[in-house]
């Protein structure tokens, strides 16, 4: 009896230090109950996100060993953003997906586009992840066979924003296109675009098991899937899940096409007159990013005795930081500069180049999108020009 109860108790030992291994993925399908989301001719987006979470999740029960899959919601039920969220971040969460359907005027549009949040900061090895996976995501739908890619985007959406885990959130198709509906509404169009996801997820695990991102992943994939290739539909209003307050508009963008799938061929539409878009900063920039116009505030002209200086642009959000914030934790006497309807937060100040380059490479631990900036008084001007002037 004593060798009985000694080999169940090793036993439920050992299951309990294998369950102990396994890491939660949460898998959000988007909408639910009185919240359809976008509506089609045939179906309802919060049916389709919700059988293509489901057949994922059985994916990588079936063939990622080591993940406890969890749902948001498994039936045809309402759940605020903040609810979504609370369930990664109760669960201790590894990672968090938020499947979407798009929609536009255009009926036209076609295609699939992931999203990521540069405002949340992950510190060490968390910093990329978000971005590793919307870039692998991208390439699995290519792969898979889906026509266009919309490429991958940098937006304040709120479930990304509010989960403490790398988060990303997919469109996987236009409801608003015959074709790509019958496609999304169809078994083998659900289980062809779970088994993508399902592909970038293995992909993503394999390539963060050391525990960070390697850099070059990240540079080899953003050639692919961040330069825009065309501008269909580039202008059209799209529906995706609830941003969160005044969100920053993304600039579309598409991977090189090839062979559509879909049943019945369409017309290209023309592309409408290009307006401005603004540029994609990836999560890691370069020590000097592309050049834009100085934003001048209306601020009185710098004497002559001010100096330049240099600091580091931490992020862009759409009002000012409560005080405490826990997206600034660490980093006190930061500024806000207006930049149109937002702020740009700035951090530090040298009159040294090498300085606060040095400090740019500790803040990138927590900020991997943070770049340097510099002033003339209250006034910005490029880092070249404040470079220029110190020579002086």
């Known amino acids: 009896m004593k060798k009985i109860c000694l080999f169940i108790a090793c036993l439920t030992l050992f299951f309990n230090v294998e369950a102990a291994k396994k890491v939660t993925w949460v898998i959000d399908a988007g909408h639910g109950g009185r919240d359809v989301g976008c509506e089609g001719r045939l179906t309802r987006e919060k049916d389709i996100t919700l059988a293509v979470a489901k057949e994922l999740g059985r994916l990588i029960k079936k063939n990622i060993p080591g993940v406890r899959v969890a749902y948001t919601r498994e039936k045809d039920k309402y759940l605020t953003l903040q609810e979504r969220c609370d369930v990664a971040n109760n669960r201790g969460a590894a990672l968090f997906i938020s499947i979407h359907v798009n929609s536009a005027e255009n009926q036209f549009a076609r295609g699939t586009e ?16 978000s971005e590793l996976l919307a870039l692998l995501l991208q390439r699995q739908y290519l792969a898979h066979g889906r026509a266009i890619s919309r490429g ?16 990303v959130l ?51 994939l953003r050639y692919t899937h961040y330069a825009p290739i065309s501008l269909v539909a580039l202008n ?63 601020t009185t002209p710098a004497k002559k005795d001010d100096k330049p200086y240099f600091a580091i642009q931490l992020m862009n959000t759409a009002t000012k930081l409560k ?62 020009e404040a470079l220029e002037l110190l020579k002086k």
């Open 114 to 129: 992931s999203f990521f949040a540069t405002n949340v900061p992950m510190k060490g090895t968390q910093a990329g992840k």
């Open 152 to 167: 991958v985007k940098q937006r304040e959406l709120y479930v990304c924003e509010h989960t403490n885990m790398p988060s």
């Open 170 to 220: 997919t469109e996987i198709g236009f409801i608003s296109n015959l074709n790509e509906e019958a496609y999304l509404n169809s078994k083998d169009g659900q289980q062809e675009l779970a088994d993508a996801i399902c592909q970038a997820l293995k992909e993503w695990q394999d390539l963060t098991k050391g525990g960070s991102v390697a850099q070059r992943d990240l540079r080899n």
């Open 236 to 298: 059209e209003e799209e529906t995706t899940e609830e941003p969160a307050p005044t969100t920053a508009p993304a600039a579309a963008a598409t991977a090189q096409p090839t062979t559509p799938t879909t049943p019945v061929a369409e017309p290209e539409p023309e592309p409408e007159p290009a307006k401005e878009v603004p540029e994609i900063v990836p999560t890691v920039v370069p020590e000097e990013p592309a050049q834009q116009p100085a934003q001048q505030p209306a």
């Open 323 to 384: 005080e405490g914030d826990y997206r600034l934790k660490g980093y006190k006497a930061v500024t806000y500069i207006p930049a149109g309807e937002r702020f740009k937060v700035i951090y530090g100040r040298s009159e040294s180049y090498k300085d606060i380059k040095n400090e740019l490479a500790q803040v990138r631990e927590t900020f991997p999108e943070a770049f340097i900036v510099a002033f003339v008084g209250e006034r910005q001007i490029t880092t070249a």
